[in-house]
């Protein structure tokens, strides 16, 4: 197993700093919305996500979410594929998500209204709805 670097020193002591230094790129966010909104937990799941990410920046931002605890990963399982599943620290990002996308639809033009409307109407049932599906999928996951 290779080692993982040890963690960097962060800029400032901000909170704000801290949340970017883990999450402050689009891909790495990306990757939760998949995992969070889709139920992604393959590498290739990901590979074919609407944004076309490269396979080296995905490597890279898995490693990353891993080593910061956002994700973990099983397997290896089926020809050495990982399974990856948010932690309850990466569950804990699905009231942040929501509020971004609500923040982004409300002041840009973006698609899937029907996800936003259903955020709108009771976003607290969305963000329930994620907890419930990773926490049976964490289960399921532990009982193999």
Not at 88 to 111: C, F, Q, R, S, Y
Not at 112 to 130: C, F, G, P
Request: glycine residues 4%; charged residues 30%; aromatic residues 6%.
């Amino acid at each position: 197993m290779p080692k993982r670097k040890p963690a960097r020193k962060r800029r400032s002591g901000c909170p704000l700093n801290a949340s970017v230094e883990i999450l402050g790129d689009r891909w790495s966010l990306l990757i939760i919305r998949d995992m969070m909104l889709r139920g992604f937990r393959s590498f290739k799941e990901f590979l074919e996500s609407y944004e076309r990410i490269a396979t080296n920046i995905l490597a890279d931002r898995l490693r990353k979410l891993e080593a910061y605890g956002i994700i973990s990963t099983a397997g290896p399982f089926r020809r050495r594929r990982l399974i990856y599943s948010l932690t309850a620290k990466g569950i804990d990002l699905a009231p942040v998500l929501t509020e971004m996308v609500l923040w982004a639809a409300a002041h840009e033009k973006t698609g899937n209204q029907t996800l936003v409307r259903q955020m709108r109407k009771d976003k607290e049932q969305v963000i329930s709805a994620v907890r419930q599906r990773w926490a049976e999928k964490t289960i399921h996951s532990a009982a193999k």
